[in-house]
C-alpha cells in the first residue's frame, strides 16, 4: 500500500500542482484550511505526511502544528511546512514544535518529492537498516520499536530526538558536526538550518534529564559528542 500524504495549503494552484506531482508515486488527499486537514486524523486512514503551508485562511501554521502535536493521531506524524514567510525565528519555533522538514516557498516541485521520500524513509523504513539495540551507559535504545530506557525506566522521545539520540550513541565519543547531524537526521544538505541541531539538543537533554543529558557534551565551535560516563 502505498504511503498516504496530505497537502494543506490555502493557495488553491499550489495546491493542485503539489497534489498532482505527488500522485504518482503517493495516495494523495488535498486541503485548504487547518480544521479539514485535523479532521483527516479522524479519517479511516490517517495521513503518513502532511506538507502544510504555514499560511493558511482558518489558522496560523505554528499554532497548527501545536494542535496537531496535541492531538494523540498527530503526535508523531511526520510533517514538512512550507511558506513564504521564512524567518530564521519562525523556522527555529517550528522545529522545535517538531517538524521533519522545511522548504520555503517556491519551491521545485520534484525537489519536494525527493524531501517527501526522504522523510518517510527516515520515520518509517530506517529501522530496516538501524535495528540493532544500543546502550551506551544508563541509556539503551531499541530502534526497531522506537523504545529508549534509561536505567530500565521507560523515556517518551519525539521521532526526531530518537533520531539523533541514535546516531549520537552509534558514534559515541566521536565528535559530529552540526552540518553533519543536520544532513543525517534532517537529510538536508545545506547549512542554513544549524541552529535547529541546537534547539534538538537542548530538548534530547531535557528529555535525558539533567545528570544523563551532561552525556551529551558541546565541543566548541565542532559540534556534539556522545561520551559515555563509565569510560
Known amino acids: 500500500m502505498p504511503y498516504f500524504a496530505l497537502v494543506v495549503d490555502g493557495d488553491a494552484a499550489a495546491q493542485k500542482a503539489l497534489g498532482a506531482t505527488l500522485k504518482g508515486e503517493f495516495e494523495v488527499a488535498t486541503c485548504g484550511l487547518a480544521r479539514e486537514a485535523l479532521d483527516h486524523l479522524r479519517s479511516t486512514r490517517p495521513p503518513d505526511i502532511i506538507i502544510v503551508d504555514y499560511d493558511l485562511p482558518d489558522m496560523e501554521g505554528l499554532t497548527f502544528l501545536k494542535v496537531l502535536r496535541d492531538a494523540e493521531l498527530g503526535r508523531n506524524l511526520a510533517v514538512i511546512l512550507t511558506g513564504r514567510r521564512n524567518s530564521e525565528e519562525m523556522v527555529l519555533d517550528a522545529f ?18 525527493v524531501r517527501v521520500r526522504a522523510v518517510l524513509r527516515r520515520r518509517y523504513e530506517r529501522h530496516e537498516h538501524f535495528g540493532s539495540a544500543l546502550s551506551v551507559g544508563p541509556i539503551e535504545i531499541d530502534p526497531s520499536q522506537r523504545l529508549c530506557l534509561i536505567s530500565g525506566k521507560r523515556v517518551a522521545l519525539q521521532p526526531r530526538e530518537f533520531e539523533l539520540l541514535e546516531i549520537l550513541m552509534r558514534k559515541a565519543g566521536r565528535v559530529l558536526s552540526r552540518v553533519y547531524l543536520l544532513e543525517t537526521v534532517w537529510g538536508m544538505r545545506h547549512t542554513a538550518q544549524t541552529r535547529a541541531v541546537d534547539v534538538m539538543v537542548s530538548r534530547l537533554r531535557r528529555r535525558l534529564g539533567a545528570r544523563n543529558g551532561r552525556m551529551i557534551e558541546t565541543v566548541s565551535k565542532l559540534g556534539y559528542c556522545l561520551i559515555n560516563p563509565a569510560e
Open 96 to 113: 522545535n514544535i517538531g517538524i521533519d522538514d522545511h522548504l520555503p516557498k517556491p519551491f521545485d516541485l520534484r525537489e519536494m518529492t
